[in-house]
């Protein structure tokens, strides 16, 4: 999560929201890595977890992501959960919740593990320090 | 349509699973062309649509795709469906149904457009000639 820390700082220098991805094989190596991106390609895919799944792809030559954790510092919205499950990850470890755009849609209550297949979920890792980039980066769009 | 077809027949020549997409701007001007490159790319966000939605932003240079449509010859995924109501387009015009995979999860039952914002969706335009090349390619597969 501290790569995906720093990821989201690079985010944010690029005057974009601040979030960082990356995605690691079973053997615990990082094969993905990704930064928001969504004003400088100027689309929605290009989420931080889309970029850092689009280049683990790359990096395997399979779409197919079996066994691989995505770390990301923000609660991912509904297009990247099913981007995440569509690619088989085994697992999603995110910091901040996003209660308006995250796949919870703000409930509280733990995830369901079948309503998600085999999906593993953990929540708020390193949140405070996720949320607190955010929090200036948004501060600081309102006052400009 | 027409267009989207020749799109996911291209897709089907390079042994993709044949669908297309094209976008068009509210002038009725053709913005964005896709087809399926998941195998080709090895991720999932190389769906007709994503690669359609995304040379679009680019073409206006913005995410925002207000007052567009989008036509597809399959019935987008949940991911799909997800970028297509987050890029704001006006409307969905799709081919043939998706039971397994399409965002209604093979509902038969009209969208409630309260469900999905303003997004308008109209289905099962050349249904048949999409429906055929999908089925002609799973078919090959399967041999294969």
Tied chains: 1, 2.
Excluded at 7 to 16: H, N, V
Excluded at 17 to 27: E, R
Excluded at 113 to 118: I, P, Q, R
Aim: glycine share 8%.
């Amino acid at each position: 999560m501290e790569k995906a820390l720093i990821l989201a700082q690079r985010a944010f220098d690029a005057d974009e929201v601040p979030v960082g991805a990356i995605v690691v094989n079973s053997q615990g190596k990082i094969i993905g890595r990704g930064r928001n991106k969504v004003e400088e390609r100027h689309t929605q895919i290009a989420h931080a977890e889309c970029n850092a799944i689009a280049q683990a792809g790359k990096k395997v030559g399979d779409w197919r992501l079996e066994g691989c954790w995505i770390y990301v510092t923000l609660e991912p919205c509904s297009l990247c959960m099913h981007l995440i499950l569509m690619s088989r990850l085994k697992g999603v470890v995110f910091g901040a919740s996003s209660p308006l755009f995250g796949f919870r849609l703000g409930l509280q209550e733990p995830l369901s593990l079948d309503k998600k297949g085999n999906l593993m979920v953990i929540p708020n890792i390193s949140a405070p320090r996720a949320a607190t980039l955010l929090k200036t980066f948004f501060k600081h769009k309102r006052k400009a």
